[in-house]
């Protein structure tokens, strides 16, 4: 087994323990958040990579789909459920842009740091600054539907 296989395992391993992490009252909540961001994260991961702007060399149904299905089908939707269930949306606004600003930096590091050393992720005509902006952008239209649909105020 090669290290990018080893390490996507890895990745499945760490994204489902973290499910441990959601308090069991806000398993409604999360769910929702999961549906939704999985439905963004889908389209969008689609369209990215039938554009040709980025590729997944070693992925899972490598037959059936062109886009890493731990990514954009498990992954960030769970991180987009964590994002809406701890949002600090009662604090100041710098608190909650310092929120949203980390969960992008902390995740466009970690795509940098796949593309760079495995061959999860290969940029063609994409860049770090690119998926720390689409990364803000689908969480904020998350956090929009999630309030929206919780009625928070």
């Not at 999961?34 to 991961?45: R, T």
């Not at 039938?50 to 037959?63: D, H, I, K, M, T």
């Not at 796949?114 to 720390?132: G, S």
Request: glycine share 4%; with cysteine.
């Amino acid at each position: 087994m090669n290290i990018d296989l080893m390490l996507l395992y890895c990745l499945y391993a760490i994204t489902i323990i973290s499910l441990a992490y959601i308090p069991r009252d806000k398993w409604r909540e999360a769910s929702i958040a999961f549906s939704f961001q999985q439905c963004v994260a889908w389209f969008l991961g689609l369209l990215a990579v039938q554009l040709g702007l980025l590729q997944y060399p070693v992925r899972e149904l490598a037959s059936v789909n062109g886009t890493s299905f731990l990514f954009e089908f498990v992954m960030y939707p769970i991180i987009g459920s964590f994002f809406c269930i701890y949002y600090p949306f009662k604090k100041q606004m710098r608190i909650r842009v310092l929120y949203l600003v980390s969960f992008c930096t902390i995740l466009t590091i970690l795509e940098v740091i796949f593309e760079k050393n495995t061959n999860l992720v290969h940029y063609i005509y994409w860049d770090w600054y690119v998926t720390w902006s689409t990364v803000g952008a689908t969480l904020m239209l998350l956090w929009r539907f999630y309030k929206w649909y919780f009625k928070l105020g």
